[in-house]
């Protein structure tokens, strides 16, 4: 069992058949878990959300947000996806 916002690691799952994603189901109204699990689905990132919610300041935020996608594009950079 692995837990996870890596995408490539939820690629891997969608690519093998041994290998099954699960998400949590969130709440975006509460902006909660509902502790109840979704078979085949990989879930979203909800922590900019939450953040928001419990008064986390804009510019940290924004600033998150900024480092949060030049992350995503080095990771994503590759188009290789785990094949093994």
């Given at each position: 069992?692995?837990?996870?916002?890596?995408?490539?690691?939820?690629?891997?799952?969608?690519?093998?058949?041994?290998?099954?994603?699960?998400?949590?189901?969130?709440?975006?109204?509460?902006?909660?878990?509902?502790?109840?699990?979704?078979y085949?689905?990989?879930?979203?990132?909800?922590?900019?959300?939450?953040?928001?919610?419990?008064?986390?300041?804009?510019?940290?935020?924004?600033?998150?947000?900024?480092?949060?996608?030049?992350?995503y594009?080095?990771?994503?950079?590759?188009?290789?996806?785990?094949?093994?």
């Amino acid at each position: 069992m692995v837990t996870t916002h890596y995408d490539r690691l939820k690629a891997y799952g969608y690519l093998h058949p041994d290998v099954e994603n699960v998400a949590v189901e969130f709440d975006q109204e509460t902006l909660e878990p509902k502790y109840t699990l979704s078979y085949g689905f990989s879930g979203l990132s909800n922590a900019f959300l939450v953040a928001e919610k419990i008064g986390i300041p804009e510019d940290i935020l924004a600033r998150a947000r900024t480092t949060g996608r030049a992350a995503y594009r080095r990771c994503h950079g590759s188009s290789q996806l785990w094949r093994s």
